[in-house]
């Protein structure tokens, strides 16, 4: 079952926030975050396990509520480098661990 | 950082040809992945790999498909016949451990069935 992501797309101006959430209708086992960008390889952000916590990194966290199945990335003070396609992808733990992406929010930043 | 390789960056085959595409994952990682996405659209799993066989597919992996590691060192995804709608980027993947960690993927190949 295929994570829904929203926005579909958000624009920005250069130091401005933004959310983007990812929802599952499945028990989530972990929530992995990458950041694509146009021609290249989806580049990894973080991943959260389930038990409900919080990561970040410079000015892009994400918190991964279990109960309610979603995960929620937080874009703050935004840079022109953010921009890009956003992907969450979900794992459910078992013997094999694919991740199932949501399709996607495009983020642009603009000067 | 260590890098996983693909080859080509593109290929660019007539229908009903076979190709191969190639990946050098991480030299200490255990399991592979390929993943394709069509163009604009979300990322989609096709198979994993491990111990020497495939431990999980997709639907989309069907008996077109392929996956082998001949030399220790080399993943490849062969397609015996290709369609149209082949045509996506292919990305291989490779993670140390089984597990809830970070997916490393190559840069990808673009694959353009005519």
């Known amino acids: 079952q295929q994570p829904v992501q929203s926005p579909q797309a958000v624009i920005l101006r250069e130091g401005e926030d933004a959310v983007i959430n990812c929802s599952s209708s499945?028990?989530?086992?972990?929530v992995h975050w990458y950041r694509q960008k146009h021609g290249e390889a989806p580049v990894f952000l973080m991943i959260?396990?389930?038990?409900?916590e919080q990561k970040g990194h410079d000015k892009i966290s994400a918190s991964f509520n279990e109960k309610k199945q979603q995960s929620s990335l937080y874009l703050t003070a935004s840079q022109l480098s953010y921009s890009g396609t956003y992907f969450c992808?979900?794992?459910?733990?078992?013997?094999?661990?694919?991740?199932?992406f949501g399709k996607g929010t495009l983020l642009t930043v603009n000067p | 950082e260590p890098e996983v390789t693909q080859t080509p960056s593109h290929q660019v085959t007539q229908m009903g040809q076979e190709v191969i595409l190639r990946c050098v994952p991480i030299?200490?990682?255990?399991?592979f992945y390929w993943y394709r996405q069509i163009l604009g659209q979300k990322v989609e799993f096709l198979v994993s790999?491990?111990?020497?066989?495939?431990?999980?597919k997709s639907e989309i992996f069907d008996d077109q498909f392929s996956v082998e590691r001949p030399d220790g060192s080399n993943f490849t995804l062969k397609i015996r016949s290709t369609k149209l709608e082949d045509s996506a980027m292919y990305f291989c993947?490779?993670?140390?451990?089984?597990?809830?960690?970070?997916?490393?993927f190559g840069s990808g190949t673009q694959l353009s069935v005519l």
């Open positions: 992808g979900t794992g459910r733990g078992g013997s094999n661990y694919k991740l199932t």
């Open positions: 499945k028990a989530l086992y972990s």
């Open positions: 959260l396990l389930k038990g409900g």
């Open positions: 030299s200490n990682h255990l399991y």
């Open positions: 790999f491990y111990n020497n066989e495939i431990s999980e």
């Open positions: 993947a490779s993670q140390t451990n089984l597990g809830p960690e970070k997916l490393f």
